[in-house]
């Protein structure tokens, strides 16, 4: 498949198929993710795969996805944002449960940070971050040519999912992404058309 093809192919997806991925796939994906540049060229990422059903629901507990707002409830929140943005988040938020839960494997990408998120001073103590999302697209980059799909979930209480999942203190989550085969009912949310025109500068603004 082309580059462009596999761009235009991955899609955000919250409702999966009941069918195994295959761990072929996994593994090619996770070998591109692995090509992908860092900062400082030691690549100090590692994928934890998530199968079993005991494992999400402690992900779910941790992240109190069991009191997510309805979709009726959630109207006033977003009713002033764009209508994009908003019709992305009311379909995303009251779906953050059954989607782990449903999604054949979940996926957690972990990366060693240059210093913690939280105390970083300089936009270079972030580099580690930027290394660890290039990273992140390759992965569903290279799902999306075995018509793979996945969404990206970034915890909300990091230090209690890494003690779920045994993650050493001196390493971060960059996200826990539920990935499968596109349920026929999903549905594929638009995106902002943009104008590359106006979104590409010479020399300066």
């Not at 899609?11 to 295959?22: A, G, H, K, L």
């Not at 997510?68 to 994009?84: M, P």
């Not at 045994?166 to 009912?185: K, M, Q, T």
Request: charge should be neutral; glycine fraction near 2%; charged fraction near 30%.
């Amino acid at each position: 498949m082309e580059l462009r093809d596999a761009i235009e192919k991955r899609q955000t997806i919250r409702d999966f198929q009941n069918m195994e991925v295959p761990r072929d796939i996994i593994n090619y994906a996770i070998e591109n993710a692995f090509k992908a540049p860092s900062y400082n060229h030691l690549r100090e990422w590692d994928f934890i795969i998530i199968k079993n059903l005991e494992s999400k629901l402690s992900l779910i507990k941790a992240e109190n996805l069991d009191k997510i707002s309805s979709k009726v409830g959630l109207e006033s929140v977003f009713e002033k944002e764009a209508t994009i943005m908003k019709e992305m988040y009311l379909d995303a938020i009251p779906k953050q449960k059954k989607m782990i839960l449903n999604a054949p494997l979940v996926i957690v990408v972990v990366f060693k940070p240059k210093t913690k998120v939280l105390d970083a001073k300089k936009i270079y103590d972030l580099n580690c971050l930027a290394s660890v999302w290039a990273c992140i697209e390759n992965f569903l980059l290279s799902l999306a040519e075995h018509d793979v799909f996945g969404v990206t979930y970034i915890p909300q209480n990091i230090e209690i999912v890494k003690e779920i999942l045994r993650v050493p203190d001196n390493l971060e989550i960059a996200a826990i992404i539920p990935i499968g085969y596109r349920d026929n009912s999903a549905k594929v949310l638009k995106q902002k058309t943009i104008d590359l025109i106006g979104r590409i500068h010479i020399d300066n603004w």
